[in-house]
């Protein structure tokens, strides 16, 4: 009786040495598991990779200057990735904001040329870019033309506009003062840096905890049901469209200051600099998921790409062509992605 004890007890030990590698690697792929599906984390690792591998390559890579150039050079595609963050997940994109950015920057420019305050001249074109995204809003909710046409007429009426005011030409001769936004900096960082940050900050807060926009999560998952359960779907999504138009005419007027000049081909592509970088931060383009610190992350990792493309020496059209392909993978990944949750 003792002998077949001890035969069971050996069979157990032998189970538990078999399972202990399937339980490890079954606990290896649950967390592997979370962590794809917390894109925010997932992304900062790549990150961090990255940057590493960047700092071995090049020692300039990882420098106080370099990385103020970073944060300089991604912060108005930030700005406006907090409204497209925002559109993505209640369902709709807008392709026109690189060019609203443009027309914001020479309207601006314009204004203060003829001796226009500057207070009042940056408050008529962030409303003029409320205006824009409400002509948007309304072309896409009301008259129901697919988002892709409507702000793909929007693009090129918007282009057109700043290409007729300037003559093709920048503007320059601005007020000096008006430089403060784009060059001065609050003890070593720019001041564009500083409300690209907090904007974004704001954005993520309003998106996560406010209940206004917390229902584009609703109306992005299923907008039919939506709107039986009472959400105002309609002046959600027109709202959304214009908070990203404002956000890019406020751009606008920081790439102004920067340049001290309104330049009417200023930001061409960046519409989908931004769609790329909000989709690798989790943002679907079917709408009903997304954040604005993963699209916040997302424009961080674009502009290191495109920072470590410059310091390798990478030819800048071959920078789009990664742009575009990391814009190709970032969906396609999604896209399976979604499906395997589904199934």
Aim: hydrophobic share 50%; proline share 3%.
């Amino acid at each position: 009786m003792q002998t077949q004890n001890s035969d069971l007890d050996s069979v157990a030990d032998d189970r538990r040495t078999v399972r202990t590698p399937a339980s490890l690697a079954t606990l290896l792929g649950k967390a592997l598991n979370t962590i794809a599906r917390t894109r925010e984390l997932s992304l900062l690792i790549i990150l961090i990779i990255t940057i590493t591998v960047m700092n071995h390559l090049s020692q300039y890579f990882l420098t106080t200057a370099n990385f103020r150039a970073i944060a300089v050079g991604f912060s108005p595609a930030a700005i406006i990735s907090v409204g497209m963050a925002i559109l993505l997940v209640s369902g709709g994109f807008d392709l026109s904001v690189g060019a609203v950015l443009a027309l914001s920057g020479t309207v601006v420019a314009k204004l203060l040329i003829e001796g226009w305050s500057q207070p009042v001249a940056v408050i008529t074109v962030l409303a003029l870019g409320a205006f824009v995204g409400l002509i948007n809003g309304i072309m896409v909710t009301r008259i129901r033309i697919n988002p892709l046409v409507a702000t793909l007429g929007t693009l090129s009426v918007a282009r057109g506009i700043s290409l007729v005011l300037t003559e093709g030409y920048s503007l320059s001769g601005l007020p000096p003062s008006f430089g403060s936004i784009g060059n001065d900096r609050l003890y070593g960082i720019p001041y564009m840096v500083i409300v690209a940050i907090v904007i974004v900050i704001i954005g993520d807060l309003a998106l996560r905890h406010t209940h206004y926009f917390r229902q584009v999560y609703y109306i992005g998952s299923n907008d039919h049901a939506a709107r039986l359960s009472g959400i105002p779907v309609d002046r959600v999504k027109i709202s959304a469209y214009m908070l990203t138009a404002t956000l890019a005419s406020l751009a606008g007027v920081i790439v102004s200051s920067r340049l001290m000049s309104g330049t009417p081909t200023a930001a061409s592509g960046m519409e989908l600099q931004v769609l790329a970088a909000c989709v690798i931060g989790g943002a679907s383009l079917t709408g009903g998921e997304g954040t604005v610190l993963g699209a916040f992350l997302g424009v961080f990792f674009v502009q290191i790409i495109s920072n470590a493309m410059t310091i390798l020496r990478v030819s800048i059209y071959w920078q789009q062509v990664v742009t575009g392909t990391i814009l190709v993978i970032a969906v396609a990944a999604d896209m399976l992605i979604r499906r395997r949750n589904t199934t």
